[in-house]
């Protein structure tokens, strides 16, 4: 009997280490090293914006050449003069968000897909607006592969928004802006939180929260940040 209740335990045991083997891919402990080590080390800790940076394979997102740099503590090029942010950077925005699985969120500049890809671990509708086609329809492929099925990618300019999908829960805005567009501003929602870099050059830029209640507007500098620049199409 003993003997019988011990071997059902190992195949348990078993079946577990096997579960876990199947779901990791060869990245799995640089990314927990990631999480860990530049992440939680920094003081982020909401468990869902962790969990999301824990699940998201990075590497998916970046260039063939660049997949062994992609947990690194920096941002890194994706072509087309972009780049894809700093992890804590990614981090640290979607955890001013507060975010809720029901709630919808905009996201203004794709790029590589990757921010639009830990959005969608924690809500289920993520809308992303990209300028630049080639980048913005390689993230769709990525994200589609993926399977993020949650995720709408447009390809145009983000400072008009998506008007047809707003009111938004949370925006994030992912390319500095010198002031923030007005047309953001209106779709966001009662109650809801946008972040956004904001300056007119890059070395004086600075994260700013944004949040709605009763109608009026409250802006709050969260930290000294360096952003590729915001866009207009001519
Ligand atoms: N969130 C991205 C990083 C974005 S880099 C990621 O996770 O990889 C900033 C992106 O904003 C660039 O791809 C740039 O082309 C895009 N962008 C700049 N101006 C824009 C605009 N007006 N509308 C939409 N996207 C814009």
Redo the contacts with the bound molecule.
């Keep these: 009997m003993i003997l019988f209740v011990k071997h059902i335990i190992l195949s348990l045991l078993l079946l577990q280490a096997m579960g876990t083997s199947f779901a990791q891919d060869e990245f799995e402990e640089i990314r927990r090293q990631m999480v860990e080590g530049q992440i939680i080390s920094r003081g982020i800790t909401d468990p869902a914006t962790l969990d999301a940076m824990f699940k998201v394979p990075r590497h998916e ?1 970046v260039p063939a050449n660049a997949k062994r740099y992609a947990y690194r503590d920096g941002p890194l090029s ?1 072509g ?1 003069g ?4 700093q992890p804590y950077i ?1 981090a640290f925005m979607t955890e001013e968000l507060q975010l809720k699985p029901q709630h919808k969120v905009l ?10 890809a ?1 959005l969608a671990e924690i809500v289920e509708q993520v809308y992303t ?4 086609e080639s ?1 913005g329809r390689r ?1 769709e492929n990525t994200l589609k592969q993926l399977e993020y099925d949650g995720v709408h990618v447009r390809i ?4 008009v928004g998506w008007p047809e999908e707003a009111p938004f829960d949370a925006i994030i805005v ?2 500095r802006v010198k002031e923030i567009p007005q047309p953001l501003l209106d779709q966001l929602a009662e109650g809801g939180r946008m972040i956004i870099p904001v300056g007119k050059s890059n070395w004086n830029a600075q994260l700013v929260l944004v949040r709605k209640n009763n109608g009026k507007i409250k802006k709050k500098k969260r930290m000294a940040v360096s ?7 001519q």
């Design positions: 997102f994706i087309a972009q780049t894809i942010s990614v996201e203004i500049g794709t790029g590589s897909g990757y921010q639009a830990v607006i990209e300028i630049v980048l993230a145009g300019d983000g400072y992912t390319a952003f590729v620049p915001f866009t207009r199409k």
